[in-house]
């Protein structure tokens, strides 16, 4: 009854997905308030993030705090998905500025030429992952197509679309105004996808005013397969921090 449930809710979503649009090229930033290099990243990301195919996530990291400055935005969960990339892609540790496009390739994220070629490559690949439809804010439905080994892992993220301001008050970069773009605030596992139509519930936002996207990606930081994202009702200004 389940999966009979399952395959009628995705059906019901076909003309959605005949039409879909090819998936943006995901961007991810690793950058800390505390990191005296990453204000220029973060500046470079929130012009990349004005590329229509491009998704470009701020993932503020927590092991610089104890410098001074505790990152207002900075989440261990995400500390732990940049040390996923470490191992993934063969580094001795993590550090930021770090760029990551598409789970592929990373570079430092000063290295903007570099950054621009890898956004470039992804952009114009065929990039043939499972259609993607979502049902309101609570449910999306991942279509079929070819799955990594071993499955592939389903990650809700939520972020703030609004560009934010923080005046940095303590460390390397004290009395600095720090800006930030497209801040994550959570992540979440969904659940697996093995190649078949499958539907995932998506839990309640904690916050007002998130956009949200999906991320289809071989696990324990490997490939992104396909990115959908979904923008919040209405977007209004966030304040100054």
């Known amino acids: 009854m389940r999966r009979a449930a399952v395959l009628s809710l995705f059906l019901a979503a076909l003309p959605v997905l005949a039409f879909a649009a090819k998936p943006p ?8 308030q505390g990191c005296a290099s ?19 996530l701020t993932f503020p990291v927590d092991y610089w705090d104890y410098l001074g400055w505790a990152d ?20 001795r540790e993590p550090y930021t500025p770090q760029v990551v496009v598409d789970g592929r390739a990373q570079v430092g994220g000063l290295q903007t030429d570099k950054v621009e070629k890898l ?20 449910r999306i439905n991942i279509g079929a197509g070819a799955a990594p080994k071993g499955g592939a892992e389903v990650w809700l993220v939520r972020y703030d679309p ?40 998506i839990p309640p936002a904690t916050e ?3 956009a949200m996207a999906v991320l289809v990606q071989a696990p324990k930081g490997g ?7 979904k923008a919040p009702p209405a977007v209004v200004a966030a304040p100054a921090r």
């Open 38 to 56: 990453c204000g220029e990243a973060n500046a470079y990301l929130g012009k990349l993030a004005e590329r229509p195919d491009v998704l470009a």
């Open 72 to 91: 207002t935005f900075a989440k261990p969960e995400f500390t732990l998905r940049q040390k996923a990339y470490v191992a993934r892609l063969s580094l």
């Open 208 to 210: 007002e005013g998130l």
């Open 162 to 201: 609004r560009e934010q301001d923080v005046v940095v008050k303590k460390g390397d970069n004290k009395g600095q105004t720090v800006a930030h773009t497209n801040v994550v605030r959570e992540i979440k596992k969904l659940g697996m996808w093995w190649g078949r139509p499958s539907a995932y519930k």
């Open 223 to 229: 490939k992104v397969i396909t990115v959908a994202r």
């Open 119 to 138: 956004v470039t490559s992804a952009a114009a690949g065929a990039r043939k992952g499972p259609d993607m439809a979502f049902l309101g804010v609570r």
């Open 25 to 32: 090229v995901l961007v991810e930033l690793y950058t800390a």
